[in-house]
């Protein structure tokens, strides 16, 4: 499958904007192309937010589709700072060495979300693990050799950590398949510890979990793990993560989305309560035992 990047939700909305203001100066995306002498397949990706817009080339835009009103043209100038600041600041550059596009990509858009729901059916969310299961898990993926690259690794997972805690934290919703409290990652003492650490969190108020147990038989999310994530903004819309060993993919149409939405509700309702869910990780925690 292929590495699909995610438009970022700054970039949509300018699209949104631009698009607007193109149907509403009669051009086509062709004729938008001639004015800005490129393709109109480049056209398409600013309008859906996939490339950054260059200062000149928002100028141009702007000039062939008639705004004139600077307070319109300071708002989309704005919009298009934002966006590409948000490329080239963002905290996660700074362990670039040991980051993918791909996982550079999910991370920006965990930054600007203001909710994740997510179905896991092997492993406890990055976003709950501690150190010592991430570093496990980081291992075993034989994606990176040295020492210092997996703990390097690890420390992302830490610092993707802290949207959970302050003023507006993340809400998280996790739904977790029974294995995932008996797979034996990193042994006995690793995963007492971890589930230990996931009950904990899961009493915190923006964090939901809730597991879904063997005796539930086939379910709608055994295809594999998935994630929604939604954002603040006004009309923005949610976008849906899965997963390969090959690459990230992204899924941004409505019907896409709502298909994945309907899952979520599945597994939801035939999960386990998230007062029952906690009493049964902490029962796991116990058994795994040194």
């Not at 693990?129 to 690259?149: D, F, M």
């Not at 993919?249 to 019907?255: C, L, P």
Request: glycine share 8%; proline share 6%.
């Amino acid at each position: 499958m292929p590495n699909v990047k995610p438009s970022t939700v700054l970039g949509r909305q300018l699209g949104d904007e631009l698009r607007r203001f193109r149907e509403a100066a009669g051009f086509t995306t062709a004729a938008a192309a001639a004015a800005l002498d490129c393709t109109g397949g480049k056209i398409s990706r600013i309008e859906n937010g996939h490339v950054p817009v260059r200062t000149p080339d928002l100028a141009a835009l702007m000039d062939a589709y008639g705004v004139s009103d600077p307070e319109a043209r300071e708002r989309l100038s704005a919009l298009a700072r934002r966006a590409n600041r948000r490329r080239r600041e963002g905290w996660w550059h700074q362990y670039g060495s040991v980051l993918g596009d791909a996982y550079r990509d999910y991370i920006e858009m965990e930054d600007i979300c203001d909710s994740v729901r997510t179905f896991q059916a092997q492993l406890v969310p990055g976003l709950l693990q501690t150190p010592a299961y991430g570093r496990a898990i980081t291992v075993a993926s034989r994606a990176w050799q040295s020492g210092e690259e997996i703990e390097r690794f690890v420390q992302v997972r830490l610092a993707r950590q802290e949207r959970l805690a302050g003023d507006s934290p993340l809400e998280l919703w996790a739904i977790l398949a029974e294995g995932v409290l008996r797979q034996q990652v990193g042994g006995p003492a690793v995963m007492r510890d971890q589930l230990e650490h996931l009950a904990d969190m899961a009493e915190r108020p923006n964090i939901t979990v809730q597991v879904l147990p063997f005796s539930r038989g086939a379910h709608s999310g055994m295809f594999g793990p998935y994630l929604l994530m939604s954002f603040p903004q006004v009309s923005a819309l949610d976008l849906v993560l899965t997963e390969t060993p090959t690459g990230n993919i992204w899924m941004e149409q409505e019907s896409e989305v709502a298909r994945y939405r309907a899952l979520f509700d599945d597994a939801r309702t035939a999960a386990l309560a998230p007062t029952e869910s906690l009493g049964l990780i902490r029962r796991a925690a116990k058994e795994h035992r040194p």
